[in-house]
């Protein structure tokens, strides 16, 4: 049994290093970018954690609840693979039959990872056992944190269809505690549903087809990104309520992040265009799939762009940053690896404009 236990961590480490190393140039430049606001982050999720122990409105504290629980989804399916040892798990009942030792490994792990269920733990004992009947909406909402976590480990089309739930119950529900029984709920009606597929349409492969094809293969490029950018405005929301005076600053920031989302997307998809080059080469048609490309990553980056000035009311100025994109796309195209730095240079860039001249 302890070998079993020694090998998913052994595995799970690998895993983890393996993920960071991916990551190196990104988190290398966010550290460099950003260090002073690490202590800030770190504050601003106890800050967050707070508004749901004491809160001037239940719909403030409702709206931060979604955002924790979209932000764990985030962070989690990141490293879902290191938790479930995905490339492997199909051995594991050669290491040990009983699979309630593989689900204790993955819970185990699961907690090590989840660094928002360890705050709000870290918050809840801090408050002190005794007193959280003072705030049950706290409890209540670790709760929903951990479910999700196991949703997202093992029911994907119950995390999906609960963050969904989630989000329109926000607009419904007038209290705090009803929002998170409701959830808590879907939670559990879903999980007892017994599982479906989705049969999708499979068209003629062409260059339109091609790239839903290249979705259907790999969704997770696109689902991650769509919630990082809903995630991103939906902090800037909540900015807005609470300091609508660095709403201008904080709005540029969150689309020059979303800028960085949307344009990394070409890392991704260029995998496929390389892979298939010689078959399109031979059809006469590489270079309108290029164009096609690069017309996709342009396209989502505009509606992106588009989301956040309406919602957070944009200025005139914001146009800097969906203008300086294809400048973005130009250098992505030739120096991938040099992204991060491109994308580093550009936001410090306008950044700078913006606080000396406007």
């Known amino acids: 049994m302890l070998h079993f236990y020694q090998y998913r961590y052994r595995a799970w480490r690998t895993a983890l290093a393996v993920l960071m190393k991916q990551l190196q140039q990104f988190s290398l430049m966010f550290v460099t970018l950003f260090f002073i606001f690490i202590p800030q982050l770190i504050i601003g999720v106890f800050y967050g954690l707070g508004k749901l122990v004491s809160f001037d409105s239940h ?13 764990q989804s985030l962070l989690l399916q990141a490293v879902k693979p290191a938790i479930m040892d995905t490339a492997h798990r199909v051995f594991h009942p050669t290491l040990l039959r009983s699979r309630l030792h593989q689900y204790a490994a993955d819970w185990l792990l699961l907690l090590a990872c989840h660094s928002l269920f360890i705050a709000a733990l870290i918050l809840t004992m801090s408050i002190g056992i005794d007193k959280l009947w003072q705030a049950p909406q706290l409890p209540g909402f670790m709760l929903v944190q951990w479910l999700f976590a196991l949703a997202l ?6 995390l999906l269809s609960a963050i969904l739930v989630a989000f329109v119950a926000i607009w419904l529900v007038p209290t ?11 939670l559990a009606l879903d999980w007892i549903r017994p599982r479906f597929r989705v049969t999708l349409p499979q068209p003629r492969l062409n260059l339109a087809s091609f790239w839903y094809y290249v ?31 660095l709403l201008h600053y904080y709005t540029l920031v969150i689309l020059l992040v979303n800028q960085l989302w949307w344009s990394s997307l070409y890392l991704d998809t260029n995998k496929q265009v390389a892979g298939r080059r010689a078959y399109w080469r031979g059809l006469g048609v590489y270079s309108q799939l290029v164009l096609s490309q690069s017309l996709l990553i342009y396209g989502v980056s505009l509606v992106s762009w588009l989301g956040g000035v309406l919602l957070l009311d944009g200025e005139p100025f914001s ?6 994109s294809p400048l973005l796309m130009w250098v992505v195209q030739r120096h991938p690896q040099r992204l991060a730095v491109a994308w580093g240079s550009f936001s410090v860039t306008v950044m700078m404009i913006k606080v000396l001249f406007i």
């Open 215 to 245: 979705i259907q293969a790999s969704p997770w490029m696109l689902l991650w990104r769509s919630g990082a950018s809903l995630l991103t405005l939906w902090a800037g929301l909540i900015i807005a309520k609470e300091r609508p005076d």
């Open 153 to 158: 480990l093992y029911r994907p089309q119950t």
């Open 176 to 186: 705090i505690e009803i929002y998170l029984a409701v959830i808590l709920l879907w």
């Open 319 to 324: 146009l800097a940053v969906i203008l300086g």
């Open 59 to 71: 719909d403030l504290a409702i709206k931060v609840a979604f955002g924790f629980v979209l932000l």
